[in-house]
C-alpha cells in the first residue's frame, strides 16, 4: 500500500466510531437538539459511500453511466434540499436552482478544455458542484422564506404602498440572501492560509504537482462561487414569485 493512500483497518473503524460518538456527546451536552441527526448521518455516510465505493469503477466505464449517476446526484440533491427549505411536496422548485447554478458551470468548464474529458474528472467536478449549489440554496431558501415571516408587517407595508407583491417581497428578502454565500466566501479568501480543500490534496495523493493541484482547487473555488451565486438569485426570484413557499 502506498504512504499517501489511507490505511482502511480496524483502527480506521475505531477512529470513526469515536468521532461520531464524541460528536453526538457534544451535541448532547450542548443541547443543540441534533445528536440523533449526528448518528443517523454517519451511518448514512458510511452506507453510501461504501456502496459507491463498489459501484464507482463501474459507472465511470461508460459516459452513460456517468450522467446517469449526475443525475442521480441532481435528484438526492433536489429532495435534501427541498426538505430544508420547506416541504419535499412544496420544495421541488428547488430544482431549478441547483440545476441552473451547477449544469452550465461545469458544462461550460468542460467545454473550455480547463479539464480533462473524462469520466474520472466530470463526476467529481459534478459533485463538488451540485453540492455547492444545493448548500446556497438551502440557505437562501430558508433565510429568504423565515425574513417573509418574521417581516410580513413590512410587506404588507410595502403592498399598502403601491409595490407588486414580487416587488415587496424582495424589498425584505434580498437584503440578507447574500449570507448565503459566505460560507463559499470564506473559503475562498482563506484557502492556503487556513485550508487545503479536497480538490487541492486530491490532485497531490493522485500524484499530481503543487502547481496543478492549485489550479484545480482554484478552478473548482471560483467555479462553485458562480454555481452558488446563480443559485441564490435564482432561488430568491423562486421566493419573490410565490413558486417556492411554505404552508
Known amino acids: 500500500m502506498g504512504q499517501n493512500v489511507i490505511a482502511v483497518g480496524p483502527s480506521f473503524a475505531v477512529v470513526l466510531a469515536v468521532l461520531v460518538v464524541l460528536t453526538a456527546a457534544v451535541t448532547l451536552l450542548g443541547r443543540l437538539r441534533v445528536s440523533r441527526a449526528v448518528v443517523t448521518a454517519a451511518v448514512r455516510a458510511v452506507v453510501q459511500l461504501g456502496i459507491v465505493s463498489l459501484l464507482i469503477a463501474a459507472v465511470l466505464r461508460s459516459r452513460w453511466a456517468t450522467a446517469g449517476f449526475v443525475a442521480v446526484m441532481l435528484a438526492v440533491a433536489t429532495a435534501t434540499s427541498a426538505r430544508r427549505v420547506t416541504t419535499w411536496r412544496r420544495g421541488w422548485p428547488v430544482a431549478a436552482p441547483i440545476a441552473v447554478g451547477a449544469l452550465p458551470v461545469g458544462a461550460g468548464i468542460v467545454a473550455a478544455h480547463t479539464m480533462p474529458w473524462t469520466t474520472v474528472a466530470v463526476l467529481p467536478i459534478a459533485g463538488i458542484l451540485i453540492g455547492g449549489a444545493m448548500t446556497a440554496t438551502s440557505l437562501a431558501g430558508r433565510r429568504a422564506l423565515?425574513?417573509?415571516?418574521?417581516?410580513?408587517?413590512?410587506?404588507?407595508?410595502?403592498?399598502?404602498?403601491?409595490?407588486?407583491?414580487?416587488?415587496?417581497?424582495?424589498?425584505?428578502c434580498r437584503p440578507t440572501a447574500g449570507q448565503a454565500l459566505v460560507p463559499a466566501l470564506d473559503q475562498t479568501r482563506t484557502v492556503g492560509l487556513v485550508t487545503l480543500p479536497g480538490a487541492f490534496v486530491g490532485v497531490l495523493l493522485g500524484g499530481g504537482t503543487p502547481v496543478q493541484a492549485g489550479a484545480t482547487q482554484l478552478l473548482v473555488l471560483i467555479a462553485l462561487l458562480a454555481v452558488e451565486a446563480i443559485a441564490v438569485t435564482v432561488t430568491v426570484e423562486l421566493v419573490a414569485a410565490g413558486v417556492l413557499h411554505r404552508d
Open 146 to 172: 423565515d425574513e417573509l415571516r418574521d417581516r410580513h408587517g413590512e410587506y404588507e407595508a410595502a403592498l399598502a404602498l403601491g409595490f407588486l407583491p414580487r416587488d415587496a417581497a424582495l424589498e425584505v
